[in-house]
């Protein structure tokens, strides 16, 4: 049966994917293909951040009666990742791999905390609050990915 936490870390693994793949690209000086990965690590994140945003923080805060909490936090790391993704996107449109290659270390550690936290705290603790509104959330995240493309 699938879970929220399985489907979000499933999409934290093609994250994880898109994102290797960029910096290999870079790293072995192919831009085209750098820039195709990098779009689809981009558009892979801004599901999950938006399925989160959109659906899991809203549906988690009103079942615990707040925004204050682990929500709000994942909510300002997604913000933060957002500005490092954006100073990659300019260096990779300058193909300047140095300042590439020093941002995506930065997000990978970045992304990596997070993950973390997410899969052995927030999503348990999400799948126990949301028990039985899970196959909605899950609907719901599903369709958000359709509609995104």
Request: aromatic share 8%.
């Amino acid at each position: 049966m699938e879970t929220i936490g399985r489907y979000m870390t499933r999409i934290h693994r093609l994250c994880d994917a898109n994102f290797a793949a960029a910096e290999a690209a870079i790293t072995s000086g192919r831009w085209e293909q750098s820039a195709i990965s990098f779009e689809c690590f981009c558009r892979a994140v801004e599901h999950h951040f938006a399925a989160e945003e959109g659906v899991l923080f809203p549906a988690f805060e009103e079942a615990v009666g707040g925004k204050a909490g682990p929500a709000n936090g994942m909510r300002d790391e997604h913000e933060r990742m957002r500005g490092v993704i954006r100073a990659m996107a300019a260096s990779l449109r300058a193909r300047d791999a140095g300042e590439y290659l020093g941002q995506s270390e930065t997000l990978a550690t970045f992304m990596q905390q997070h993950n973390v936290k997410e899969e052995s705290m927030l999503y348990p603790m999400i799948e126990q609050v949301l028990a039985q509104e899970s196959s909605t959330a899950l609907y719901a995240m599903r369709l958000l990915r359709h509609l995104q493309g």
